[in-house]
């Protein structure tokens, strides 16, 4: 968990305080706690990971002493942020009996340590609500939890858990997506829509971490690439010059070449390009596409010309607006707006192409390798 802050008493610092409580008022006066419930939090340079099971055990027989509890849950959490490598900190949420109103924490101090303090705050019919909430807060099984314990107040059998609770737990990165769908599916109501918000940020951080290493190993191949002949460079000029002019629409270039060729490698060296591995791919799909992020566009290893002619007037880079993803509901329709996209095709000799094909022909510049298109060395 997060390191704690200063505390309310004591030369401990602070655990940061559950949604449900406010930090204990301090004054020219002095301390003073007064409530039914607090959570109480415990920080000490000794609480190491080695001590973990003598403390715990230590812990809870302190809890168990205090007669003055009603109900009580404790944990025991690596402090993440925490310079000290495997330091612990111990949170306590206490109910007790009768109301407390205390200038000093001295019957919470335990292994010579003065806990801060974050009572809950409520009032009437919320009152109780707000408790639970304090007590799930502590047995919840966040990031870094170690150890759990309860005098017998659990949830979901003696008390509700509400979603928002989980929410709040998710939103501030306490808890795994694995915990807060196996709390939310326990809760039972609006499961179906917290497990979709789950299922939509795995997929969002599953893209991203492949992002994040695909372009870590694109920088360490990058020493690799070879110039290309600059004979190859010149063939590219003619497709390459069009774009210094408005036009109502705009050839595409295709690069076309046996398999080891660099044909892609060329395609992707002309600027930052989006690419669309097409292979067998019915339409183009270019929902990732960003014209403030992307310079071209490279549709690689296209298999057949079809994939081409089914979207002539976008391949034209024309000024239309174009909808892709179309079905019968059209719930996944969207469009796209290329003009003056720069549009780079690589074809296989093996692929189903006719370089002949006359609406090819007329609307493409094509560049024919007949060999590795970059320099060896000498």
Same mark, same amino acid.
């Given at each position: 968990?997060?390191?704690?802050?200063?505390?309310?008493?004591?030369?401990?610092?602070?655990?940061?305080?559950?949604?449900?409580?406010?930090?204990?008022?301090?004054?020219?006066?002095?301390?003073?706690?007064?409530?039914?419930?607090?959570?109480?939090?415990?920080?000490?340079?000794?609480?190491?990971?080695?001590?973990?099971?003598?403390?715990?055990?230590?812990?809870?027989?302190?809890?168990?002493?205090?007669?003055?509890?009603?109900?009580?849950? +404790?944990?025991?959490?690596? *402090?993440?942020?925490?310079?000290?490598? $495997? !330091?612990? =900190? &111990?949170? #306590?949420? @206490?109910?007790?009996?009768?109301?407390?109103?205390?200038?000093?924490?001295?019957?919470?101090?335990?292994?010579?340590?003065?806990?801060?303090?974050?009572? +809950?705050?409520?009032?009437? *019919?919320?009152?109780?609500?707000?408790? $639970? !909430?304090? =007590? &799930?807060? #502590?047995? @919840?099984?966040?990031?870094?939890?170690?150890?759990?314990?309860?005098?017998?107040?659990?949830?979901?059998?003696?008390?509700?858990?509400?979603?928002?609770?989980?929410?709040?737990?998710?939103?501030?990165?306490?808890?795994?997506? $694995?915990?807060?769908?196996?709390?939310?599916?326990?809760?039972?109501?609006?499961?179906?829509?917290?497990?979709?918000?789950?299922?939509?940020?795995?997929?969002?951080?599953?893209?991203?971490?492949?992002?994040?290493?695909?372009?870590?190993?694109?920088?360490?191949?990058?020493?690799?690439?070879?110039?290309?002949?600059?004979?190859?460079?010149?063939?590219?000029?003619?497709?390459?010059?069009?774009?210094?002019?408005?036009?109502?629409?705009?050839?595409?270039?295709?690069?076309?070449?046996?398999?080891?060729?660099?044909?892609?490698?060329?395609?992707?060296?002309?600027?930052?390009?989006?690419?669309?591995?097409?292979?067998?791919?019915?339409?183009?799909?270019?929902?990732?596409?960003?014209?403030?992020?992307?310079?071209?566009?490279?549709?690689?290893?296209?298999?057949?010309?079809?994939?081409?002619?089914?979207?002539?007037?976008?391949?034209?880079?024309?000024?239309?607006?174009?909808?892709?993803?179309?079905?019968?509901?059209?719930?996944?329709?969207?469009?796209?707006?290329?003009?003056?996209?720069?549009?780079?095709?690589?074809?296989?000799?093996?692929?189903?192409?006719?370089?002949?094909?006359?609406?090819?022909?007329?609307?493409?510049?094509?560049?024919?390798?007949?060999?590795?298109?970059?320099?060896?060395?000498?």
């Amino acid at each position: 968990m997060s390191e704690p802050g200063p505390a309310s008493q004591g030369s401990a610092p602070a655990a940061p305080t559950p949604p449900v409580a406010a930090r204990v008022p301090s004054s020219a006066r002095g301390f003073r706690l007064r409530g039914r419930a607090c959570l109480f939090t415990y920080n000490s340079p000794s609480f190491v990971l080695s001590s973990l099971e003598p403390l715990w055990e230590s812990f809870l027989q302190f809890l168990q002493a205090l007669t003055l509890l009603c109900q009580w849950t +404790a944990t025991v959490e690596k *402090s993440l942020r925490s310079t000290l490598t $495997d !330091r612990l =900190h &111990f949170h #306590v949420f @206490a109910e007790f009996k009768k109301a407390v109103d205390w200038t000093s924490l001295a019957p919470m101090k335990w292994e010579g340590v003065l806990p801060n303090a974050a009572p +809950a705050v409520a009032r009437g *019919s919320f009152q109780r609500a707000v408790v $639970d !909430r304090g =007590h &799930f807060y #502590v047995w @919840a099984n966040k990031v870094g939890t170690e150890k759990v314990a309860t005098s017998g107040w659990e949830p979901w059998l003696d008390y509700r858990v509400r979603g928002v609770w989980l929410d709040d737990l998710w939103a501030h990165h306490k808890i795994t997506h $694995d915990v807060y769908e196996d709390y939310a599916c326990k809760a039972r109501v609006g499961f179906c829509g917290r497990q979709r918000q789950v299922e939509t940020i795995r997929e969002r951080e599953k893209k991203a971490d492949m992002e994040k290493k695909q372009a870590e190993v694109a920088k360490k191949l990058a020493p690799l690439q070879k110039p290309f002949k600059p004979e190859v460079l010149a063939l590219l000029e003619p497709w390459q010059s069009q774009y210094k002019q408005d036009l109502p629409r705009y050839k595409f270039l295709v690069l076309f070449g046996g398999s080891r060729a660099g044909k892609s490698s060329l395609a992707k060296s002309l600027g930052r390009a989006f690419v669309q591995t097409v292979q067998n791919a019915g339409a183009p799909d270019l929902r990732g596409h960003d014209a403030a992020q992307h310079d071209l566009i490279v549709f690689d290893n296209i298999n057949d010309q079809q994939f081409v002619l089914d979207q002539r007037a976008l391949f034209q880079a024309n000024n239309d607006v174009h909808t892709l993803g179309e079905s019968r509901t059209g719930i996944y329709a969207y469009h796209v707006w290329l003009w003056r996209v720069p549009m780079v095709l690589t074809v296989d000799t093996s692929a189903v192409w006719d370089s002949q094909e006359p609406w090819l022909a007329a609307n493409s510049f094509e560049v024919r390798l007949a060999g590795p298109c970059w320099a060896e060395e000498a």
